[in-house]
């Protein structure tokens, strides 16, 4: 028997805000699908920020491997973004391209499951018309964009319980396959004024009214599953450190959103969430080239920035299967992806805190060998990113209490999110039956839903099915 799937999406919830708010009886109707199912911690992808961090949950594919390698990034080849200045932001009205930049040959749920329903998904490739419940059109950008910038944060409260209707209404209606529904009032609030608060709360509280309203007993919708979940988590930032302010300071023409009408740049930031950033130097060359070839010309620039007290680690993409992690503390490693599985060598240290080199891994060893460090499933997301021909030639990511961006925010940010530490890679994942295997990973959502729908599985698939 096929089984169709919702799945809740709690943007910005960290796995222990479910849980202290499960303990402390704030969200009951949770507390009972944990009470019948299970709840699970699991690993996001690295950048942990919205709209990369959707795809594994909708093409069960880790965002690097298919084309989005951040939420902005360059396109050194000048074949996917054009104006301007072959720079990419999901943020605002480039927003759509996001299903133009995906790989073709990887196939969305929307697609292999046609008849589904979205609401408030970056990624719409294959919704049709009738499934679109709450749509990032011109109206509800504009809405949203006004929200943001006004920084009228009670607003997204608002957007949420309208989310929570539709999603209701189609629910009740039955014959939808599969649903997805994203709640971005979590991520925003925690922006504003930190995980910890009452309006964290409430919003909360918007998502458990939902489940109790699908799982109330008498609804004509037949059997449906019903899973709650998040792309990434969040920590406070207290200092920020504008790499774009900063790059230019140092005496670089710098590319960077929002103003990309720069002659002649030498190098292009593009910051993720805000605690993780790209960058990419010689602009002018259309070819990847890797560290190797770059290190005469900047490596001054990496040892300022490895300096800095807000980088916690950069990454250096030696190879297409090679990466070093640079960290300015703890020493230097490299990351090797073989054939028969993936590599830590440690050179000066123990970069990733992880107790010395370990060889060979396969996906499953290397998150169990990474879970219980400030760096979960590091390995995988590392190799991953720097394969991937989007990456920048330098990716760094936060120290704790920092990120990389100020100006242009239209509210300072007590919170944020995009690194590769703990705080912001584990993610909740409730369910409301107990899974044959263990979750590890949000990639592994998309697996499951398939085994769920009777959808034979793509033949490259970043997840396991834990049903």
């Not at 927003?95 to 749920?109: C, E, G």
């Amino acid at each position: 028997m096929h089984t169709p799937v919702i799945v809740l999406l709690a943007d910005g919830l960290r796995a222990d805000t479910l849980r202290h708010a499960l303990d402390d009886g704030a969200l009951p109707a949770m507390a009972a699908l944990r009470a019948e199912g299970s709840l699970a911690e699991v690993t996001s992808t690295f950048p942990t920020v919205t709209g990369p961090a959707y795809v594994p949950f909708l093409l069960g594919r880790f965002p690097g491997s298919v084309g989005i390698p951040g939420l902005r990034w360059f396109d050194r080849s000048r074949t996917a973004a054009g104006f301007p200045a072959h720079a990419r932001s999901y943020v605002g009205w480039q927003m759509n391209a996001v299903n133009r930049d995906l790989d073709r040959a990887a196939p969305t749920i929307f697609e292999l499951a046609p008849g589904s329903a979205g609401a408030l998904s970056m990624i719409t490739r294959g919704l049709q018309r009738e499934g679109q419940l709450a749509t990032l059109n011109l109206r509800s950008s504009l809405r949203a964009t006004r929200t943001h910038f006004s920084g009228d944060i009670a607003e997204w409260l608002v957007a949420d319980r309208e989310t929570s209707m539709k999603v209701i209404e189609r629910s009740r209606r039955g014959n939808t396959p599969f649903i997805f529904a994203a709640f971005m009032g979590v991520d925003k609030l925690s922006h504003a004024q930190g995980q910890n608060a009452a309006t964290v709360a409430a919003a909360l509280r918007i998502i458990d009214d939902t489940v109790g309203a699908l799982r109330e007993p008498g609804q004509a919708r037949g059997n449906v599953r019903v899973w709650v979940a998040s792309d990434h988590g969040h920590s406070p930032v207290t200092q920020h450190d504008d790499l774009h302010q900063l790059t230019a300071m140092m005496g670089y023409r710098v590319l960077a959103h929002p103003w990309l009408l720069q002659r002649r740049a030498q190098l292009a930031v593009m910051v993720s969430g805000n605690a993780m950033a790209h960058l990419y130097l010689d602009l002018r060359d259309r070819e990847r080239r890797f560290w190797p070839a770059l290190a005469t010309r900047w490596q001054a620039l990496a040892d300022s920035l490895l300096a800095r007290d807000s980088v916690d680690l950069m990454l250096v993409p030696l190879a297409a299967d090679r990466c070093a992690v640079w960290s300015r503390s703890r020493g230097r490693a490299v990351v090797v992806s073989h054939p028969s599985g993936i590599s830590y060598s440690t050179e000066e240290g123990d970069p990733l805190g992880l107790g010395g080199n370990l060889h060979h891994l396969d996906r499953a060893a290397a998150w169990d060998a990474t879970r219980a460090s400030d760096y979960p499933d590091s390995l995988v997301q590392i190799a991953v990113l720097a394969h991937g021909s989007r990456c920048g030639d330098l990716v760094l990511s936060a120290t704790r209490g920092w990120d990389f961006r100020q100006r242009y925010e239209p509210i300072p940010h007590a919170s944020s999110h995009g690194a590769l530490h703990r705080d912001h890679m584990s993610v909740p994942l409730l369910l409301d039956g107990r899974p044959v295997r263990r979750p590890r990973r949000t990639t592994d959502v998309l697996a499951s839903a398939l085994v769920s729908l009777g959808i034979s599985r793509p033949r490259e698939l970043d997840g396991e099915s834990f049903l």
